[in-house]
């Protein structure tokens, strides 16, 4: 017996009713699990995951959808972290909203691909509209543009490459040794890892100092800047940081822009974590000095509240995005007029995502957004007086945006012994899943950090979290006396 020649189990009128039940029974799986979450995790070990999956033989298929479902939940989904969680305060992830969600059934299924025109036609100009728009939000002129990217460490490597090709067609006369790339120590180390792929190597990011504050210093910056001149160094860039991702500082943007009009330097604003300011009518005046950048990155993911992935890289002047323009002949020949977004893209096969931001804006529109990003601002503020006020924390500094960092230390323990529980405080607290918190090192220290980006949570839900954190660093230090006596 043949085949048959129109199998439903592709995507298309023939499959459109196996379709239509596949993403029902799908949803309703997802719903009847969501239903029944009670907390961030269930706290499953590496070794306990590993092993659900290792049993799976992907040589013997279960046939059944239902059954495949009913299989995933027992390796994946039933010990999902789940970031809608009050309780979830580890990373930047935040819950997403539902017009993104109702976007991705789009975007899978018809799956468009933004690399051509004729791949994506409407889409490539929703995804230039998005981009248009958000120029405008940060204040570039008309001359800006930019490309949607899978990240903000995508969208950090591209601004700092078209910076290097920049600098080498300019200053630095095509000699990479001589390129330099300043940023605070507390920016993201996906500058670092840039540096290194585009062959700088990652010793050439300098560290500029940074105040109390934790924002980068200007003073130290036109020390550095004014330095790097007198060796014959070129500073290719400075990355300024918009929302670092352990405190939330924001680099004094428009002193930073000053110097790097002054030197002749690229000015990249990193707002990964910061960009859903752009839409805050309370607090977008953090962001000023924005404008003056070359380029930004932005991350939907984060402060958008939209699925991963979708994230966006801005520039101030189209013609700066030449160099990442390549014209292959079977795609986009040199010469097409036809608008192809992948002249301005690193990736060729592109997802759709600009469509989920879309949906959201047209739906919920951009006020809801940048209302909730006060919302988890203000979070922390509040939340920052209990830390205060509590006799076992810590805090390290008072909140940018969202961020807690702080740790357990009652009045006599000792700094070491603080460190030392960090990473017991956070691995209970994981194991029995109740919290998820993140942990980082400054100053040489270790500390535990909130990540606040749920505007559904509440004070009790935060302070619940503290106050969990110091019962847990309080039952450790009851069971080490007793190991030590
Ligand atoms: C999260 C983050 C990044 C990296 O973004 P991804 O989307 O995770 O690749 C870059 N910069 C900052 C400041 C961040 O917080």
Redesign the pocket.
């Known amino acids: 017996m043949p085949l048959s020649p129109r199998p439903h189990h592709l995507f298309g009128p023939d499959g459109v009713d196996d379709y239509v039940s596949a993403m029902r029974v799908s949803v309703d799986h997802l719903a009847a699990t969501v239903r029944h979450v009670d907390g961030p995790a269930t706290g499953t070990s590496p070794e306990q995951a590993s092993k659900l999956v290792a049993d799976v033989d992907l040589d013997r298929p279960v046939g059944d959808l239902g059954e495949a479902l009913a299989e995933m939940s027992r390796v994946y989904l039933d010990d999902a972290v789940w970031f809608h969680e009050p309780a979830y305060a580890a990373h930047?992830n935040p819950p997403v909203v539902l017009p993104a969600l109702a976007a991705e059934v789009f975007v899978s299924a018809v799956n468009s691909s933004m690399d051509t025109f004729d791949q994506s036609v409407g889409g490539t100009f929703v995804e230039r509209h998005l981009v248009d728009w958000t120029c405008a939000r940060i204040g570039f002129g008309p001359e800006a543009d930019g490309v949607f990217t899978?990240?903000?460490?995508?969208?950090?490597l591209q601004a700092l490459h078209l910076a290097r090709d920049a600098a080498l067609a300019g200053p630095a006369r095509g000699q990479l040794h001589r390129l330099r790339v300043l940023a605070s120590a507390d920016?993201?180390f996906?500058v670092q890892k840039s540096a290194r792929l585009l062959g700088l190597g990652a010793e050439a990011v300098l560290p500029v100092p940074i105040d109390d504050d934790r924002r980068l210093d200007p003073t130290a910056l036109e020390r550095m800047l004014a330095g790097l001149g007198e060796v014959g160094l070129v500073p290719m860039a400075v990355v300024a940081?918009?929302?670092?991702?352990d405190f939330g500082a924001i680099d004094p943007l428009p002193a930073i822009a000053g110097l790097c009009a002054a030197y002749g330097t690229w000015m990249h604003v990193?707002?990964?974590?910061?960009g859903g300011l752009l839409v805050s009518p309370r607090l977008r005046h953090r962001l000023d000095g924005i404008e003056r950048a070359d380029s930004v990155?932005v991350?939907h993911?984060?402060t958008w509240f939209q699925p991963?992935?979708s994230?966006a890289l801005l520039v101030r002047d189209r013609s700066l995005l030449v160099h990442t323009a390549w014209h292959a002949d079977y795609l986009n020949p040199a010469g097409d007029e036809r608008p192809h977004q992948v002249d301005k893209s690193l990736q060729t096969t592109r997802r759709f995502d600009a469509l989920k931001l879309w949906l959201t804006l047209r739906t919920l529109g951009p006020d809801l957004i940048g209302t909730h990003v006060e919302t988890v601002v203000d979070l922390a503020t509040r939340s920052h007086r209990h830390l205060v006020a509590h006799p076992d924390l810590e805090p390290a500094l008072a909140p940018h945006l969202s961020t807690l960092v702080f740790r357990f230390r009652p009045p006599s323990m000792t700094e070491d012994d603080a460190d030392a529980l960090v990473p017991q405080i956070r691995q209970t607290l994981y194991d029995r899943g109740q919290a998820l918190v993140a942990a980082t090192r400054a100053d040489g220290r270790d500390w535990l950090k909130l990540t606040l980006l749920n505007p559904a949570a509440t004070d009790a839900d935060v302070t619940g979290v503290l106050d969990l954190v110091g019962a847990v660093g309080r039952e450790l230090l009851v069971a080490e006396s007793r190991w030590s006596a």
């Open positions: 930047l899978s990240g903000g460490s995508a969208s950090n920016a993201h996906s940081t918009a929302g670092t991702t990193d707002a990964a974590y910061g990155t991350d993911h984060k991963v992935s994230s």
